[in-house]
Every structure is written in structure tokens, then in C-alpha cells.
């Protein structure tokens, strides 16, 4: 059986709310605020050691370098990085906010994972997400690929397949998108792949939203099984209720979360709930389906408290029970408390809940859930990793003073133009691929 390690994105150091996700309703809402990266990074590390502490395997990926000067080349803007930097600002001060965003930080959407135990040639099989839907999530991809590459580099054990065609047809948000269930006397688990958009075909009548937009499609779900080597026991397919996509659930994990045998989600999060229930019970007998009814917590509250983006993970391997990292704004939402305070005392797997603060990434709509990456890991996997990237007591103390010495405590808009703020990310990552023992991942260590 391979062991579940959550991958945590490291906040990096131009964490700013820049209100650039179309249907994200916190991201909206929040733009232009002034940010505190120094906080952000910290809160999330503080994450990461809260659930080792609770001994929970937990790692680490590296942030981006932002802003991205090499999009900006490619756009046609030449000069050294200070003069790009000022025409930027200047010509299209947006497009500054786009190459500078720390999105990156949610590796939830950094690749889809399968691991060996699931796929035909047993192997771990890795795809990083294209991210079209939304420009400064795109520009993730090439370097998220090298730095996975960079950690999971035995090839008789992992494979990394390249992107999806970044074509809105094959729009591809990764493990957002994509749940593992397992049964403990069964290795070979089952993959929930959930998409918002047909797009059989364009002109043909699909039922989709209306407002906002739909970021995952069918075909790349189909694209990333396909190259997973899943079969149709392993594989699952699922649609988005598209009115919830239309109320602000721009990811899967916005309204559902699963573990092992067990699917928490909200009774408007797929548009053939019973049809999934199903295939679900078909593959998994014992799966538990704790559905949350709308009368308990309406759906807008599930958004703003990030009900369900919470991580569930198992609290007792025997019994079967599961405790749900929940963001502090769920029990700050009295509905989502009341519902919670209740949950416990039923007979379901989810036996306790703990509250943690990521208020930085959570203004800019990312929450516990969205900061992790889950990957099983067979012994023989962990074994093959060379990079530092397991957190240990001395990689907390190492990263908090790492934030500590680089990380400034306020950002608003103008400071992205800010040249320095540009030398300062790229001495942080430089000195941080050293401590993760990654190597040269970034553009600017490459050229
Ligand atoms: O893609 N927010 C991210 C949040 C991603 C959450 N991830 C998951 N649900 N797995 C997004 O919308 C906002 C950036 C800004 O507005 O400055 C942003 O990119």
C-alpha cells in the first residue's frame, strides 16, 4: 500500500491580491487589498507542521519566480528586467499583475498524480495542469514540470507526461479536479476525475454555466486517465453542477473532498448526484457518502467559509475514522459551525475537526485543501527521492528563517514594479533550491 504524502506549495515571496481569477468569488473581492507575504508563507508552513505534528507525512514544493520576465519577453517587451519592468507598469499595468502572482502556491492545481498502485504499468504517473482558464496560472506549468522532475526523478518509477495542448478544449486544473478512494484490503485505488464542461464538441448543446467559467473539461479529464494508464474500474467521471460553478465554485474541491472510503461534498456539487453515488458504490462497496443538504449549509455559505475545502485524512487506520482540517473562517460561519458541531456526533468516518489560520491564501480563495498536493508514495519511491524536500524539524526551522530573512511583510500594487522586489525573489528561490536540494529549476538559473 503507498503512503499519502501531502505536498504543501510554499508561498512565495509576491503574494499579492490582484483579483485575477474570474469566478473566484474571495479573489474578486479582495483586489487590491494590501498583502503580507511574510504571513502568508508562514501561515502555510505553520500548516505543514501543524499536520506533521499530528503525524501526518507532509513535504514541500518550492514557490515560482515572479515576476515572470520570460512571458513578458516572449509578449515583445525587450530591454534589461528593470526597463521591461517600467514599460510594463507603464504600457499594461494588468499584465504586471499577471506575471507577478504567487499562484503557484496552490498545488492543488499544479498536476494530476496516480499513483503506481492504480496504473497498468505501475508506475506513479505525473501531468502537470495547463491551467489555460486563467492567464497567470498558465505560465505555472513549464516550471512546475521541471521542479517535479526534479524531486521525482527515478524513471523506472515515475513517469511525467508533458502538459495538455494549452487549448481551451483540453482545459486542465489538476488534482483539484481529481480524488483518490481506496479500500485498505485493496491496493489499487479508484480516481474521481470532476470537470465542468463537456465540450464534446462546440457547437453542440451541453449544459454548462452561464457566468462564470468552466475550468476543467471532459476531454483533458479523459486525456490525463488515459495517459495514467487507468482502466475503467480505476477511472470515474463526474460533471459539475454548473449552477455551482456559477456561485463561485471554480474548482471541485470548493464542494467536495474525499479520503480512503469516504466522500464529503454538498448536495448541489454534480449534476447526476445519484449517477456518481453508483459508480462510486459499484467500485467502492464500502464507501461512506456524507452528503451536506443545503437546508444545513447553503451553498453560499459552503464558499465562503471553504467548508469543503477542507483535508480529510484518517485519524485511526483500524476504525476508519477521519479528522477534517478545516480554515478558522468555518467556525467563524455560524451555519458551517452548527453543521460541524453536529457532524461529529453522527456515525459517519468524520470523527473530529481542526481549525487552522491561512487567511492570506484564503482572501485570494485558496484554502487548506487548495495549498496541497496528495501523493502516495510506496517505500520504495520515498526511498528513490534525493531532494530535501520532507519536513523535518530542522527543514521548519531552515524555511521559517528562509521567510524570515527574504520575505517583506507588506505588497501592494505599485511594488511589483519595484525592481528590487524582483532581485529579492530571485536570491530567495536561488538560496531555497540549495536547501531543497533541487537543483536548477527556475528560468532565470537556466539561461
Ligand atoms: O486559481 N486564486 C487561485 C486559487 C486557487 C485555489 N485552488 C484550488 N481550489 N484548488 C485561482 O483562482 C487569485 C490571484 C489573485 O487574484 O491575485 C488566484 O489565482
Redesign the pocket.
Known amino acids: 500500500m503507498p503512503q499519502e504524502y501531502n505536498v504543501d506549495g510554499l508561498v512565495g515571496p509576491t503574494h ?6 474570474f469566478g ?1 468569488i474571495a ?1 474578486f473581492k479582495n ?1 487590491a487589498d494590501i498583502s503580507n507575504p511574510r504571513e502568508a508563507a508562514l501561515q502555510g508552513l505553520e500548516k505543514m507542521k501543524t499536520l506533521s505534528s499530528m503525524g501526518y507525512l507532509q513535504a514541500v514544493l518550492p514557490p515560482q519566480e515572479r515576476p515572470h520576465i520570460p512571458t513578458l519577453k516572449k509578449l515583445g517587451f525587450s530591454g534589461s528586467d528593470e526597463q521591461i519592468l517600467k514599460t510594463v507598469m507603464q504600457q499594461d499595468p494588468s499584465l504586471l499583475a499577471t506575471v507577478s ?1 504567487a ?1 503557484a502556491m ?1 498545488v ?2 499544479a498536476a494530476t498524480v496516480s499513483p503506481s498502485a492504480d496504473t497498468t504499468d505501475h508506475k506513479t504517473h505525473f501531468t502537470p495542469a495547463n491551467l489555460v482558464a ?1 492567464p ?2 498558465s505560465i505555472e506549468t513549464a516550471t512546475t514540470k521541471r521542479i517535479l522532475q526534479s524531486i521525482f526523478s527515478a524513471p523506472h518509477l515515475f513517469e511525467h507526461h508533458d502538459p495538455l495542448p494549452s487549448i481551451s478544449q483540453f482545459g486542465d486544473e489538476g488534482a ?1 479536479n481529481h480524488t483518490r478512494f481506496y479500500n485498505t484490503d485493496n491496493a489499487a485505488g479508484v480516481e474521481l476525475f470532476v470537470y465542468g464542461t463537456p465540450e464534446l464538441d462546440s457547437h453542440a448543446h451541453t449544459i454548462q454555466p452561464r457566468k462564470f467559467p468552466a475550468r476543467q473539461t471532459l476531454r483533458a479529464s479523459q486525456a490525463v486517465a488515459r495517459l495514467h494508464k487507468l482502466n475503467s474500474n480505476t477511472a470515474v467521471f463526474a460533471q459539475q453542477n454548473p449552477d455551482a460553478i456559477d456561485s463561485g465554485v ?2 471541485n ?2 464542494i467536495a473532498v474525499g479520503n480512503r472510503n469516504c466522500l464529503f461534498f454538498h448536495e448541489e456539487a454534480f449534476l447526476n448526484t445519484s449517477k456518481l453515488m453508483d459508480d462510486l458504490r459499484t467500485r467502492i462497496p464500502s464507501i461512506t457518502l456524507v452528503k451536506v443538504p443545503s437546508t444545513a449549509v447553503p451553498l453560499k455559505d459552503a464558499i465562503t467559509s471553504y467548508l469543503f ?1 477542507t483535508q480529510l485524512v484518517n485519524l485511526n487506520e483500524e476504525k476508519g475514522t477521519m479528522c477534517l482540517i478545516a480554515p478558522m473562517e468555518c467556525m467563524e460561519n455560524t451555519n458551517v459551525k452548527s453543521y460541524l458541531d453536529e457532524l461529529i456526533q453522527q456515525e459517519t468516518p468524520i470523527q473530529d475537526v481542526q481549525f487552522i489560520n491561512v487567511r492570506q491564501s484564503m482572501k ?3 484554502g487548506p ?2 495549498l496541497r498536493l496528495r501523493v502516495p508514495l510506496t517505500d520504495e519511491e520515498k526511498q528513490s527521492i534525493n531532494a530535501n524536500v520532507f519536513l523535518t524539524d530542522a527543514l521548519y526551522s531552515n524555511l521559517k528563517a528562509w521567510i524570515q530573512r527574504h520575505y517583506r511583510d507588506k505588497l501592494s500594487f505599485t511594488d511589483l514594479g519595484d525592481p528590487e522586489l524582483l532581485k529579492e525573489c530571485r536570491t530567495a528561490l536561488d538560496e531555497l533550491t540549495n536547501i531543497l536540494k533541487l537543483g536548477s529549476v527556475y528560468d532565470f538559473q537556466l539561461s
Open positions: 499579492n491580491f490582484s483579483g485575477l481569477s473566484n479573489s483586489a502572482s499562484s496552490w492543488a492545481n486563467m497567470h496560472r483539484a471554480f474548482h474541491d470548493v475545502n485570494n480563495g485558496g485543501a487548495c
